[in-house]
């Protein structure tokens, strides 16, 4: 019995130091607002986060809930202290509101952050 407590406790302060040394992702603000905009608008919005981490961010991945809205993940690993973007586009000739999310995928300690981009389109004034 003994020797499976020592063994959980190696276990545990196994995790306690990795987590420790690991990436950490920090967005600016997780939701982007576009307010009223007119059909056709400039639809790019820029998500911008910090690596608050002691190792290297890597995002492996950046998804949309739909078509419409399409991100772009940085390449390269962000370095700890560092600073980074995830630049997404949203469709404007769709005219109505604007609720998406956006699912960041990295190896920080929160392998999966959830941004939101809201807003509404409106037909041009003529």
Do not use: H, W
């Not at 911008?48 to 993940?73: H, M, Q, R, W, Y």
């Not at 370095?79 to 998406?100: C, F, L, M, S, W």
Request: proline share 6%; aromatic share 8%.
């Amino acid at each position: 019995m003994k020797k499976l407590v020592a063994i959980a406790v190696f276990i545990f302060a196994g995790f306690a130091v990795q987590a420790q040394d690991a990436a950490k992702i920090e967005f600016k603000s997780d939701v982007i607002d576009y307010g009223e905009i007119e059909k056709g608008s400039d639809g790019i919005r820029v998500f911008e986060f910090t690596n608050t981490g002691k190792a290297p961010l890597v995002i492996t991945d950046v998804t949309s809930s739909c078509g419409c809205t399409i991100p772009e993940k940085p390449e390269a690993p962000i370095a700890p202290g560092e600073t980074g973007q995830i630049t997404v586009k949203y469709d404007t000739n769709r005219v109505g509101p604007i609720r998406k999310s956006i699912m960041v995928y990295s190896n920080a300690e929160s392998a999966t952050t959830k941004l939101t981009i809201k807003g509404k389109v409106l037909e041009p004034k003529s």
